[in-house]
């Protein structure tokens, strides 16, 4: 079982940008998909988050507004479109997978990680 994160890079403050995550070795058609974010010497953290069906999602109050997720199961791919890029949302960015199927995701029921995209928003 694989997650493979994607569409990481260098964008000035105000732009965009666009990740993906695609998973492999199984169906998470089912499962809650979402995104974490881990700046340097920081925690990591909650970005957002989508249930199975695509009409349930939760955002990180830091990034309302700004970013969207989306997912498509036929591709079992999860997206999130990133606007308003600010530098302090540079970190690396982890696609995560939850069996569990909630609204939202939690570091500790995370049943699956993918590698991590980096994300630089210069000033």
């Known amino acids: 079982v694989q997650l493979q994160a994607s569409g990481g890079g260098l964008v000035q403050a105000g732009g965009s940008l666009s990740l993906s995550c695609a998973a492999s070795g199984r169906t998470f058609s089912t499962a809650t998909m979402g995104w974490f974010r881990q700046a340097p010497g920081k925690e990591r953290e909650f970005v957002a988050a989508i249930r199975w069906s695509g009409r349930t999602t939760a955002y990180a109050d830091s990034v309302k507004g700004r970013f969207t997720i989306s997912r498509d199961n036929a591709k079992n791919t999860v997206y999130l479109q990133m606007n308003s890029l600010k530098p302090d949302d540079t970190a690396v960015y982890y696609c995560?997978?939850?069996?569990?199927?909630?609204?939202?995701?939690?570091?500790?029921?995370?049943?699956?990680w993918g590698q991590g995209t980096l994300v630089t928003v210069s000033s």
């Open positions: 995560a997978a939850d069996l569990g199927g909630g609204t939202y995701l939690y570091t500790e029921a995370i049943d699956y």
